[in-house]
């Protein structure tokens, strides 16, 4: 059992000056595996000062001085694979073929940032005017448990990139993960202060970053609910904020697909990371006209899917991160059938000899309405919905009849026919007839599902101000 009293601040680990102590869980065996002493205030405030500290000096550096310690890092995430890629799955749950892709990711996202800055216009002229991009300042990177390592460095890489300096609070769940970010970044021998790591409550580490003056920027992946939050705590300084969050995206079955490609897609695309995927394809619109073949199918694969050990390598769908999360996709299921939705796979409980953890069935509704609470809420776990629509309009109009708009799926044989529903969807990436990951395209939500973007130019411009002069 590993008990983590230190958190990274000012290029040292520190012991926290918060004496609280929060468990940590193996989800597949729902056992306590360890224990951290939560940071507080007090740490907050240093880890903030640390990187005031240092911002003065990192957003001086050149993009050549950017991308050594950019490479530094990325080349200390590499030796440190394996150790992520074990606490990944001791400590998330993710099944071996996702942990791996997981553990890996750290690596090609802060090399993306490294060739997206490379091409970063940081000055322009504009008639007798030249724009600076310039650094913000400290930012404050707050990041959720479904994908940590990931979410760290993906941020901590681009606000680096821009010049800012960093505070980063990871999820209190995923406090062995972020371990091993800090011993890649001790081991990376960064200039000190550029990044700091302090693990602690949200309401606690989360507020004092939220709302402190000396944080210019808040870049927060979460939920919406959060999310809220945090723009309100920001707006007293008039932090620049970007929201990734939550999303209900629509994955739509045109009356032209091929099931046979189609039903696979649709399925990947609404169980990937176990359901806790804030892009998950949660409902599957289907034409009317092709409804009870779409069902036989769609059931017969939902029946093939493995939910269980993370370690088994026929798992897809690793057990959910807490109890909370089990509890809360229960209920949720609890809830469908009490609306009149119409269970095809799955269902309350646990998997056959699944064990004590927090496993779920792959669970699918149909003859569910766009307005029931399974079709509008995010659930986060691997529960999806069958809606029928009437005519391309009509599956236009439930796509879009949603409080999110973070991503969506078109599936369909004539792919100009499938490119324009697409364009009609109001998501921030839309995928036809494909789940490619383009890594340089900007990412990010449309209504509740966030504001701003992430990656690319659009995510190092995010950590930045233009300056106009003139002369
Ligand atoms: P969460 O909002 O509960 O927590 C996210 C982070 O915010 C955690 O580090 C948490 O400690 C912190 N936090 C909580 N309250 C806070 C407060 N008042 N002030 C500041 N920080 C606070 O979300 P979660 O349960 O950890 O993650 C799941 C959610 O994240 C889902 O809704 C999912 O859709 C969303 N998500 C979105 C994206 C995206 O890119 N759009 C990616 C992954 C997850």
Same mark, same amino acid.
């Given at each position: 059992m590993q008990q983590l009293e230190q958190h990274f601040i000012n290029g040292k680990f520190i012991t926290a000056q918060g004496n609280e102590y929060y468990d940590l869980f193996n989800p597949a065996s729902a056992q306590v595996i360890g224990r951290v002493r939560l940071a507080n205030e007090a740490d907050a405030i240093a880890a903030i000062a640390a990187a005031k500290a240092a911002f003065v000096g990192w957003s001086q550096t050149s993009v050549a001085e950017r991308l050594d310690v950019l490479g530094r890092i990325r080349d200390a995430m590499a030796s440190y694979q394996d150790e992520l890629l074990e606490s990944i799955i001791v400590e998330?749950?993710?099944?071996v073929s996702r942990a791996n892709w997981m553990a890996h990711y750290p690596v090609d996202v802060i090399e993306q940032v490294m060739r997206d800055v490379q091409q970063f216009a940081f000055t322009t002229s504009v008639g007798k005017a030249q724009v600076h991009m310039t650094a913000l300042g400290v930012a404050g990177l707050i990041t959720p448990w479904n994908s940590n390592a990931g979410f760290i460095c993906g941020n901590l890489a681009t606000a680096l990139a821009a010049g800012c300096t960093a505070v980063i609070k990871p999820s209190e769940m995923s406090a062995l993960q972020t371990q091993v970010v800090m011993k890649a970044l001790d081991a990376a021998g960064?200039?000190? +202060?550029i990044c700091n790591i302090v693990t602690g409550r949200g309401d606690v580490v989360g507020e004092v970053i939220s709302r402190h003056?000396?944080?210019?920027k808040i870049s927060f992946t979460g939920s919406t609910l959060t999310g809220k939050a945090i723009l309100r705590n920001a707006a007293e300084s008039f932090k620049r904020v970007t929201l990734e969050l939550g999303g209900k995206s629509p994955t739509i079955i045109l009356d032209d697909a091929d099931l046979a490609t189609a039903v696979p897609l649709a399925l990947e695309a609404g169980f990937m990371n176990s359901g806790q995927a804030? $892009?998950?394809?949660?409902r599957i619109l289907v034409p009317r006209s092709r409804k009870t073949e779409c069902e036989v199918a769609l059931q017969a694969a939902v029946r093939q899917i493995q939910s269980g050990?993370? $370690?088994?390598?026929?798992?897809t769908i690793g057990p959910m991160v807490s109890d909370k999360q089990w509890q809360r996709v229960q209920g949720y299921i609890r809830i469908g059938v009490e609306e009149g939705a119409k269970l095809l796979a799955g269902g309350e +409980?646990?998997?056959? !000899? *699944?064990?004590?953890?927090?496993f779920v069935k792959p669970t699918l509704f149909t003859?569910? *309405? !766009?307005?029931m609470r399974i079709a509008r809420?995010? $659930?986060?776990?691997p529960v999806l919905s069958i809606i029928t629509y009437e005519n391309d309009d009509d599956a236009v109009a439930i796509a879009n009849?949603?409080?999110?708009?973070l991503s969506a799926l078109v599936l369909g044989g004539d792919a100009d026919r499938a490119q324009a529903v697409g364009a009609r $969807?109001?998501?921030?990436r839309v995928q036809i007839n494909t789940l490619t990951h383009e890594g340089g395209a900007p990412f990010g939500g449309f209504k509740q599902s966030g504001i701003g973007r992430e990656v690319g130019r659009w995510g190092i411009a995010a950590f930045m101000e233009p300056k106009t002069i003139v002369s």
């Open positions: 998330y749950g993710a099944p960064l200039p000190p +202060g003056p000396d944080v210019a804030c $892009i998950a394809g949660t050990d993370p $370690i088994d390598p026929r798992t +409980g646990r998997p056959e !000899n *699944s064990g004590q953890g927090w003859d569910v *309405s !766009n307005q809420e995010e $659930i986060f776990g009849d949603t409080e999110y708009g $969807i109001h998501a921030g």
